[in-house]
């Protein structure tokens, strides 16, 4: 059962130049100690898709006006979008934790790295008493790998390296035990062998608190290597969905198999150019009818141009894509 369903949400945004549509009938679900891969190239609506579930698009101009954000761990059960504010604050942290693309942006530069670890446990445990809450927050730097947490945790977020900042990130996150992590690009700016750790982390931490995670990457290696399920998007859609087994094995959408194509190999031969998806990202404002990558498929036919329904490849394996059958 799905702890977590996003059924055909779809994210606006009010600008000057009108409504953009930045989530268009977006569909997944994650199982709960199972980890879901969102992917696509940048400006595809992965974060904002975060963002949607988190309820924090920024106000008043982004808005989730359809579709439904379940959460069911099987004693609760509720939307998400139609919660008042004052009970999304307790799911908030709690159920629902999310771990920020930038630790030096996400953390407060004016307070030490304990005064924001017990920020978050007062939040949600106001009676816990002020050394339990020093204590735990200790117990939570020492989970996730930082040495001397007794002495870090007085220390402020400039004092720390990224990696050890995004190991913060990943205590504050973790500090009340979701059910639900979502973590966008958390790696993005660590070296390879920081990335690694991360990684490793954020794994062992899920088998211990059987832990749903939402992943959101650009980075296919990450994917091979993190998730069980992926969810490839493309301009504000989901392109195409499965296990990550049938998403790397036998990819049918065409932006799919470009992303995979665009991957270097190790035999590829050496100075040769490197495969890439011809084109650019269509406009929010400018978005073709019909299929939207269109403009930049090599098997694109007049037929594309009308509404594309999904088809199943196979059970838990569907594409948005209409010449399905002959690709």
Same mark, same amino acid.
């Given at each position: #059962?799905?702890?977590?369903?996003?059924? /055909?949400?779809?994210?606006?945004?009010?600008?000057?130049?009108?409504?953009?549509?930045?989530?268009?009938?977006?569909?997944?679900?994650?199982e709960k100690g199972k980890?879901?891969?969102?992917v696509g190239e940048s400006g595809c609506g992965k974060s904002v898709t975060s963002l949607s579930i988190m309820r924090l698009l920024p106000k008043p101009a982004g808005n989730t006006p359809e579709g439904e954000i379940i959460f069911n761990n099987?004693?609760? /059960?509720?939307?998400i979008l139609t919660l008042p504010a004052k009970d999304m604050l307790k799911i908030r942290g709690k159920k629902i934790a999310m771990i920020f693309q930038d630790p030096l942006t996400s953390l407060n530069p004016v307070y030490t790295v304990g005064a924001q670890l017990i920020e978050t446990i007062k939040l949600h445990f106001p009676k816990m008493k002020y050394d339990e809450m020093v204590n735990r927050s200790i117990e939570l730097l020492n989970d996730v790998g930082i040495p001397a947490p007794e002495k870090r945790?007085?220390?402020?977020?400039?004092?720390?390296?990224?990696? #050890?900042?995004?190991?913060?990130?990943?205590?504050?996150?973790?500090?009340?035990?979701?059910?639900?992590?979502?973590?966008?690009?958390?790696?993005?700016?660590?070296d390879v062998t920081i990335q690694a750790q991360i990684l490793k982390l954020m794994k062992d931490l899920q088998k211990?608190?059987?832990?749903?995670?939402?992943?959101?990457?650009?980075?296919?290696?990450v994917v091979a290597e993190m998730c069980d399920d992926v969810c490839v998007m493309y301009a504000g859609k989901v392109a195409?969905?499965?296990?990550? /087994?049938?998403?790397?094995?036998?990819?049918?959408?065409p932006y799919t198999q470009g992303l995979l194509k665009s991957i270097p190999k190790l035999e590829t031969e050496q100075k040769s150019k490197l495969y890439e998806i011809e084109g650019m990202v269509p406009d929010l404002f400018s978005m073709?009818?019909?299929?939207?990558?269109?403009?930049?498929?090599?098997?694109?036919?007049?037929?594309?141009?009308?509404e594309i329904p999904y088809h199943d490849v196979k059970e838990n394996h569907r594409v948005n894509c209409i010449r399905l059958g002959e690709i």
């Open positions: #059962m799905a702890i977590l369903e996003v059924k /055909n949400i779809v994210t606006t945004f009010d600008t000057d130049r009108g409504c953009a549509r930045a989530l268009d009938g977006v569909t997944f679900s994650v980890t879901l891969g969102i099987g004693s609760e /059960n509720f939307d945790i007085w220390e402020f977020p400039h004092q720390l390296s990224g990696g #050890m900042r995004q190991r913060v990130m990943i205590a504050i996150a973790l500090a009340c035990e979701p059910e639900v992590l979502i973590a966008d690009e958390p790696t993005t700016a660590l211990k608190n059987n832990m749903a995670i939402v992943f959101i990457t650009h980075d296919l290696g195409e969905q499965g296990s990550v /087994n049938d998403i790397f094995e036998s990819p049918r959408h073709p009818e019909g299929c939207r990558f269109q403009n930049r498929c090599p098997y694109a036919k007049e037929v594309c141009q009308q």
